[in-house]
């Protein structure tokens, strides 16, 4: 049987139909709507871990959310790099068991782009950190 590190060279990558809100676009919702999509996030996150049968990480990872927009307009990437989006994406990970925790012992970094598509959608792509 391989060890643990051996059996670990693997990625995920799965796409979810939500727009990738910025901090600014977070502040300016009403309490009651930063819950109901954060919710519907996790949820989207945990749903499609559960259909595709994600194994669990049981070493360190890497996580990059890629955000896709349909508009050509430039953005600021600081804006997306922290915030309700990116929590509730961990926390779905979390939740479905993908990851232990989304503390530093088990996510060693966390990389955010920004693209141009034609659908709005936020790509998570998770995988090992080479040592």
Known sequence: MPSESESEQ????FDIPQVLLSMNQWHD????????????VETLVWAT???NKFEKFHVPVGIQITGYFKSKRRRDIDNYSGGSTVKAILDGLVDANIITDDNTKYVEYIKIKLEQDTVNKIRVTIGVIGK
């Open 10 to 13: 693997r990625v995920i990558c």
């Open 29 to 40: 919702l009403h309490w009651s709507k930063k819950a109901s999509y954060k919710k519907q």
């Open 49 to 51: 871990c559960k259909a």
